[in-house]
């Protein structure tokens, strides 16, 4: 069973949402019903987040990308569509059961931490336990040991201002964690970080989960970030998600010329691999083993095959996890790949010039979060901005 559906989902804010919906699915644009006063900031998505599974989000500011996540745990209401969690259908379940919901089997990370300034870094951890009722020492021992995952063992009775704001977002992961919730919901969550530090933090997000294995939508606005951390990627575009695939399907087969403009500077040698590039073996699979210059797995990035390569002109062997020869990668055939992203760039057309730049009167696509008293009304219209730091917006994460 998938952990996480998306059925049609739709997210309008303004007059007669309803109608607009009706509008939109009998082809209307985002235009047209800005010209009416209303604005359509999600349409028609839909996705399927399998367990363990890294889902990224990717878009510009006004794509609707935050819109989106913030309807997958409810803290906002879908004009039309519906979000299935473990197969259940968490859009039509009353305040209450959301609430627990939200509170155990969902977390969520934020740009700009969320951290409480009065409380430690233990207690901030431990937050999302002690909503919950979860005795003291039983949170103190959770939190300490996600604390430790995150990298921040001994620093547990600090201030979060002493820490630095890698630091504090390692927090933020570390009460996601605690909850042990199944899935965590990640809202440009180190965009806010210096290059080098989020690169960490990605660091530690991959190697986290290669153990925990936890289910994850993460949204970016960063196509270098989204190709290191997905899975799978959706790319959105005035509200509408316009292609869902892996690294490589994207980068090799990119849907629309919107798409190709993102890819179009991308280092393909790090993102494709040898299973994506290979070429199938003719002769005697033995011969081949026993004569290449080296054996690679799939899974291994051309960057790694140029030394190889270059050395020799017998193909390199790879194989799969069983170590049977699926294919080899020749010179030509490594050249013939990378040589394939100029003329992606080319056939991108004008569009693909450029990445179109958020008009000043286009909507930002962060969304307010709601309070308990208005968890079940969607007419809120969508503001730039993360969640702030109150302890009802902490205590849902």
Known sequence: MSRLQAEHLYKVFGRRPTDAVRRLESGADRDELRADGTTAAVIDASFTVEPGQIFV???LSGSGKSTLLRMLNGLLEPTAGRVLFDGDDITNISARKLREVR??????????FALFPHRSVLENAGYGLEVQGVSRGEREKRATEALRLCGLEGWEKSWPDELSGGMQQRVGLARALATDADLLLMDESFSALDPLIRRDMQDQLLELQKTLKKTIVFITHDLNEAMRLGDQIAVMRDGRIVQIGSSEDILVRPATDYVASFIQDVDRSRVLTAGAVMEPVTGDARKVLDTAPATVS??????????LCAGSDTPVAVTDAAGELVGQVSRTCLLTALGEESEAGAGAGAEAAAVPQQRDDEPRDAAPEKTENTEKSGDVKPDEGDASGSEEVAARA
């Open 103 to 112: 509170s155990k089997k969902i977390s969520m990370v934020f740009q700009h």
């Open 298 to 307: 799939e899974d291994t990035a051309l960057v790694e095959l140029f030394t």
């Open 57 to 59: 989000v990717m878009g």
